[in-house]
């Protein structure tokens, strides 16, 4: 068209110069030149047209939102937060959208920055990118919106991921340590064993009582405490035959037993086996004659049989150890007299009304015993 004008403006130029032709030459014109489109217009026109390529290319790629998720955001400061809570691989940008066509910047006139527009869109579709291949990795990764912005805020994005300890990231197993178990002796258990059934006796459980009192034997039967517990519980119920065995089993384990010896003359006096009683008695003397109870305990048994001498003897070593008992003095002054020794006799009788200890029966019985013996 350019060609075709000049020309035509060379012929005007001629007609002009020829006359007589006034009335041909008007009806022939040059057409005016026409305005040059701008280079730069087609290059912003390309841009425009390769950001719009990208952006239907960004939509056809984006995953259609999962039900019950919450859709994707494509702000850029969460994206990054993202990344740097889930240190992720690199993840290269696609060459249609982190490169620029040759065809369309070659065409920019020169002197003339790029447009920002885009280079905000290639940022933009570098970090959707990103954040969905984050998404697609580690989906149950995504922090609160607010926790995202301030980590984003504090932390750089090319920031190293910050390491943690094996022993904060990885819940050590639990160790099964087995506390020992105490072992508990045989004395040991029939020492607890005691003390329930003890605790059973108090409450009136008789019977539950006479059990564990039984338990305890067999596991320890040196317990003299249980063993005379359940010998007394066996008397109670009228059961001698098995109180006097127990006692007997004790004594002949260990004759060191004055208590149990003296429970079990008790029993035998009770079935009337008053020499046996004295045996016994007599038997762990040596074990018991340190016991005032005990030694005035023989001696009336030894009165009972007869043998006063012996018993005036006896009552005497426990009233050294216990002066101030008027039975016992009593005693003593009964053997006295049945030994045909008045005047002792008569010192007893009143040591024993000096103690003011005895009851109104046996004071009687002393004033007639003293009447007895006035010359």
Known sequence: MSLINKMLQDLDARRADVPGQGAYSQQVRAVPERRRVSPAWWGVAGLAVAVSASAAWLWLRHPAPQPGKAPLKLDADLKVAQAVAQPQAPVAPPAAVASTPPTQTAERPAGKPAPVVAEKAAESAQVADAGNATKRSTPSAKPPEHAAKALAKATPVNAAPVSVPASESIASPAVNIEKPTKEFTPQQLAENAYRKAMLALQQ?????????????????????AARQALIRELASAGRQDEAIRLAREGLGMDPNQPALAM?????????????????????????????????????????????????????????????????????????????????????????????????????????????????
């Not at 009136?204 to 317990?223: F, K, N, W």
């Open 204 to 224: 009136g459980r008789t019977s539950e009582a006479a059990d564990g009192l039984e338990q305890v034997l067999r596991l320890d039967a040196r317990h003299a």
């Open 263 to 375: 429970a079990l003359a008790r029993l035998q006096l009770d079935k009337g086996e008053l020499r046996s009683a004295v045996e016994t008695m007599e038997h762990t003397l040596p074990y018991g004659a340190d016991r005032a109870d005990y030694v005035a305990f023989l001696a009336g048994l030894l009165q009972r049989d007869g043998r006063h001498k012996q018993a005036a003897e006896q009552y005497v070593s426990a009233l050294q150890r216990a002066p101030q008992n008027g039975v016992w003095w009593m005693g003593l002054g009964i053997s006295l007299q049945a030994d045909n020794r008045p005047a002792e006799a008569v010192e007893a009788f009143k040591r024993a009304k000096a103690a003011n200890t005895l009851s109104p029966d046996l004071l009687a019985f002393v004033d007639a015993r003293l009447n007895q013996l006035k010359p």
